[in-house]
């Protein structure tokens, strides 16, 4: 799977992502329960790198003790809204506003669509930002997109 990055606004973004045949049904469904359960993280605020206690411990959390009060303090990073998965042939796109989760929500994002593509469809390229020529973005792009929230 390529991973391409084009302009990027967290809070106007579209990702697109080239198959290498046209999806099936099922397929789709791997693709849109993947989004949907990453942007439900991002929701609830999973992507805070401020707040990444565990991860800078390292390999000995055993009897770790965690600091409620750095959760507490640390800056929210909660993701905004996303629209429906769209399909056109072997192209699939969903738009995001990523709100202020950080950067890793993006790498867990490519960590998750590697994997996707090694064991249940095909990936080709992953997009990052920008547009399509061979489909044009909707006018006025982020008014135009469903409320999922």
């Not at 055993?62 to 600091?67: D, I, K, R, T, V």
């Not at 042939?89 to 669509?113: E, P």
């Not at 390229?125 to 547009?131: D, K, M, R, Y």
Request: net charge negative; aromatic share 16%; with cysteine.
């Amino acid at each position: 799977m390529k991973i391409q990055f084009r302009e990027f606004n967290p809070f106007d973004v579209w990702f697109w992502i080239e198959f290498s045949t046209v999806p099936s049904p099922a397929e789709k469904q791997y693709v849109e329960e993947l989004f949907d359960s990453w942007f439900f993280l991002g929701k609830l605020g999973g992507f805070n790198a401020e707040n990444f206690q565990i991860q800078d411990e390292g390999l000995e959390i055993g009897y770790m003790e965690y600091n409620e009060k750095i959760a507490d303090r640390s800056m929210m990073a909660l993701m905004h809204n996303m629209s429906d998965f769209e399909y056109q042939g072997t192209w699939g796109r969903c738009w995001f506003d990523l709100g202020t989760s950080d950067a890793v929500a993006l790498d867990v994002l490519v960590n998750s669509l590697f994997q996707l593509s090694r064991e249940f469809i095909t990936i080709e390229t992953f997009i990052v930002g920008g547009e399509n020529i061979d489909w044009p973005l909707p006018q006025g792009s982020r008014s135009d997109v469903a409320d999922r929230n």
